[in-house]
């Protein structure tokens, strides 16, 4: 939907903490049909704009304009229930913004609302897990049918349906959003536009999250090129270079690398298992020296719901397993399972003797309230702590984790619940131990911290166990899936989240079977392809001739904007070109990208008997 008339407008907004500005003239548009993702480093203050959007704070200067009539609905990372008897009265009653106000909501529609999101109206709002609370907070904001709606970290504690019914949700959603979210794959998949926090300005872009690496890409490639034109600023030339969006994709262009073999790795392994001579001789060799965890007809249920039933599977050293499962399919429970903390009903369970474990539950309970931050990460004192076998000195080691020097003194009781997080992932990551086991590590997780997570994991030469509801963070750590599918029945499959999703459709509720309809239609023998559609036929043919001509285009205005004289020659012309390449550029990566997953499907389909 094409984005329609301006319902909030932020003009050169001006905001001071303490001595330093955090806002120094931001502008930021949102327009009916518009779904904005916000993102920015840690600390450029997302969340704090957000909530000057929704009238929680007032700017220094500059003014927020609203059109005629808009409301306003704010979902905050942090929702209270605290007042209300009922999740029904919690959803009738409205939050005041400084936009139009709205009308109480009649109780049908905060019911219908609730139920929408599998909430019971009657429920008191106490005892409610942080799942149940993030869905009431989103049943509210939806109920309310708000002009405009901002949504501060909506999927924290969802599990992944309740995250792709959020994500149809706001696809139908025609006033204008703003979102702001750890979960990559959750902007990618709703974002139309992304606004950019940097610099204490906020920049634009019309395309959506999917596109930011290239898009920030090139405006720190500019910015690189105007500060070695002008010789000033080297140091922020080298940080650049070190820290910038190159950098950063250059190092996951290398994870990606690594786990791609993994993955290999591991499909030949599973092949080699269904192969009784093949797998005979694994068993005899590399296999039961690699073994860390063996699990045989592994089976749990609780009050005749199955939880586990007839789980075999091998966990070998270097594996990479994700745990998913709808919210209740019991990923914890399995966990515990396989570490031999709770016991089965029937089945069994052998840990290697010497395997070293360290865990990260999801009440992070590796972690003492009472204690320092120092004293977590270095508990016997002292100012080193060791990392993979290196001394590190305990600041700069805290620093990797986002954590400033003049925290290291404040007590773990204190901390958010993200910044707990960091410090449990910190100290985990300390332990001696070849089994790491994280169960909801990306929980309150900003972007800059995920991608330090990822890099340490493709670091890391143990095994994981990892329990997570954010699939970009799975496709980029996991070497195969061990997924919930209803009714007790667990599959593995190798590879990440899209993967899973591919061969299996994702997974149904906790305690659910397969419709029957499905069931049968799985028994059917698929029909076979034998050769490349027409349409990829002519996309293959259209790209051969469109490659050369615009690689011939993209030498011929890298050489124009060469030229030092061409800016001040011809304004118009430069920015014209400057356009053209950007746009030749995206076109050339996604001729390339077409090519080559139809010559992926072609070699696939040539090697099918």
Not at 75 to 104: C, I, K, N
Not at 190 to 200: D, E, F, G, P, Y
Not at 308 to 314: D, F, G, M, P
Not at 444 to 450: C, Q, V
Request: glycine share 8%; with cysteine; net charge negative.
């Amino acid at each position: 939907m094409a984005a329609g008339r301006i319902l909030c407008q932020v003009k050169s907004a001006r905001l001071m903490m303490g001595a330093n500005p955090l806002f120094d003239g931001v502008d930021v548009v949102l327009s009916e049909g518009e779904r904005a993702c916000l993102v920015g480093d840690n600390g450029v203050g997302k969340s704090t704009l957000m909530r000057m959007i929704a009238g929680a704070i007032e700017p220094d200067d500059g003014d927020i304009v609203f059109a005629s009539g808009a409301t306003l609905a704010f979902a905050m990372q942090e929702p209270d229930l605290s007042g209300f008897d009922t999740l029904r009265t919690y959803v009738q009653s409205p939050s005041v913004t400084r936009a139009g106000s709205m009308a109480p909501l009649p109780p049908h529609e905060a019911d219908a609302a609730l139920m929408d999101f599998d909430l019971d109206p009657d429920r008191s709002p106490q005892g409610l897990s942080g799942g149940e609370v993030r869905r009431a907070s989103l049943a509210r904001v939806f109920a309310a049918a708000p002009d405009i709606l901002l949504l501060d970290e909506p999927t924290n504690h969802l599990d992944i349906p309740a995250i792709e019914a959020l994500e149809e949700k706001l696809a139908a959603f025609r006033g204008a959003a703003l979102v702001i979210s750890h979960d990559r794959r959750f902007l990618e998949d709703v974002s139309t536009a992304t606004v950019w926090i940097r610099k204490r300005k906020a920049l634009k872009s019309e395309r959506g999250f999917a596109a930011f690496d290239d898009w920030a890409e090139r405006i720190e490639a500019e910015e690189q090129r105007a500060l070695a034109k002008l010789e000033t600023h080297l140091a922020a030339e080298e940080h650049w270079l070190r820290r910038g969006v190159t950098a950063r994709r250059s190092r996951n262009e290398g994870r990606r690398r690594k786990l791609e073999a993994m993955r290999a790795e591991r499909r030949e392994r599973i092949g080699m298992a269904h192969s009784p001579r093949a797998g005979l001789g694994a068993e005899k060799g590399d296999v039961a020296s690699r073994l860390v965890i063996e699990a045989k007809g592994l089976t749990k249920s609780y009050a005749d719901r199955p939880i586990v039933c007839e789980l075999n599977l091998r966990v070998l050293r270097g594996d990479r397993i994700g745990v998913v499962g709808a919210n209740g399919a019991g990923k914890t429970t399995l966990l515990e399972m396989l570490l031999g903390h709770r016991d089965p009903d029937s089945g069994s369970v052998r840990v290697s003797k010497t395997v070293e474990i360290a865990y990260v539950d999801q009440n992070r309970a590796i972690l003492t309230p009472r204690d320092t931050i120092w004293e977590a990460l270095a508990p016997q004192g002292g100012d080193q702590v060791m990392v993979r076998g290196r001394p590190r000195h305990v600041a700069g080691y805290a620093k990797e984790f986002l954590f400033d020097p003049t925290q290291l003194r404040q007590p773990i009781g204190s901390l958010s619940g993200g910044e707990r997080n960091r410090l449990a992932l910190a100290v985990s990551l300390t332990r001696k131990a070849d089994l790491l086991v994280l169960d909801e590590p990306t929980n309150d997780l900003d972007m800059d911290t995920l991608d330090a997570l990822e890099d340490m994991l493709a670091q890391y030469e143990g095994t994981v166990l990892i329990v997570s509801h954010d699939r970009a963070f799975l496709d980029g750590v996991t070497t195969q899936i061990l997924g919930a599918t209803g009714a007790g029945k667990w599959v593995e499959t190798p590879g990440g989240w899209r993967d899973f999703e591919r061969e299996h459709g994702g997974f149904r509720p906790a305690g659910t079977a397969a419709p029957k309809e499905a069931v049968a239609q799985d028994t059917r023998a698929p029909r076979v392809q034998k050769k490349l559609s027409f349409k990829d036929e002519h996309r293959a043919a259209e790209v051969e001739k469109l490659l050369p001509k615009l690689e011939a285009e993209i030498a011929t205005l890298e050489e124009k904007l060469a030229d030092n004289s061409f800016f001040s020659r011809d304004p118009l012309g430069f920015n014209t070109a400057v356009k053209r390449l950007d746009a030749a550029r995206a076109e050339k990566d996604q001729a390339e990208e077409d090519w080559l997953n139809i010559e992926a499907r072609r070699e696939a389909l040539s090697a099918e008997p």
